[in-house]
């Protein structure tokens, strides 16, 4: 299966400083990239979703001006939590889709940690 | 419209045994389910998937069956191993439409040794 990177794998930072996790579509161009959050002992719940050179398009209740996300190559896609706050704290998923229809393949997460 | 019921919410298998997880959806157009397996600490991997168009897929110890009119789609997993234990996902979307997946809320699966 095609494969998607994220960096950092976790974070540690505290509170309000600004922090950026990239997402990269390692073997195949993603012209869709999806970010979620997890908290422990639950499912996925979607935060946006972006095209490559397009803004993002947020779930409600998502604050795009906290959680902003740039999409700028068909193989990155950065999520930086702004002004992170101790509530922030969750793991951060990034997934890809590639060119039409097609599966989505998840990286392998990144753990964030406001202090 | 949107929600994918996942039941049960843990599970517990031994060794050798089968494990069966169950997803009903509402949404008469969605036509792709994926099931994805999560370890602790990990992101999901996709495991198997399947369309409408058929009402079973099997790929090695992993098998979905497919129930188009009772709207239900379930996941088996035959001889499971202590390896197999992970949390499960499924998930539903409009394959064509380039739409977002639906997750169900998961499944805590332990196979005991």
């Known amino acids: 299966g095609a494969v998607v990177s994220q960096h950092p794998s976790w974070v540690i930072c505290k509170s309000g400083t600004s922090v950026k996790i990239e997402c990269r579509s390692l073997?195949?161009?993603?012209?869709?990239m999806f970010w979620y959050r997890q908290f422990p002992k639950q499912s996925l719940m979607l935060m946006a979703t972006?095209?490559?050179?397009?803004?993002?398009?947020?779930e409600q209740g998502v604050e795009k001006d906290k959680f902003l996300i740039n999409h700028a190559s068909l193989t990155l896609s950065t999520l930086t939590v702004t002004s992170a706050h101790p509530e922030d704290s969750s793991f951060y998923i990034c997934s890809a889709r590639g060119v039409g229809p097609s599966e989505q393949y998840f990286g392998p997460g990144t753990r964030l940690t406001v202090t | 419209q949107q929600q994918v019921k996942q039941s049960p919410q843990s599970l517990i298998v031994q060794k050798g045994g089968i494990s069966i997880i169950n997803c009903a959806y509402e949404n008469t157009a969605f036509d792709y389910f994926p099931w994805y397996q999560q370890f602790p600490g990990k992101g999901p991997a996709l495991l198997i998937a399947i369309r409408p168009d058929v009402s079973e897929k099997k790929e090695g110890r992993f098998t979905i069956s497919f129930n188009k009119s009772a709207k239900q789609f379930s996941l088996h997993i035959m001889d499971s191993q202590p390896g197999d234990s992970a949390t499960y996902f499924c998930a539903a979307s409009m394959y064509s439409g380039y739409s977002t997946l639906t997750f169900g809320k998961g499944t805590m699966l332990l196979v005991s040794p």
């Open positions: 073997d195949f161009q993603a012209t869709t």
């Open positions: 972006s095209n490559e050179g397009s803004k993002a398009t947020y």
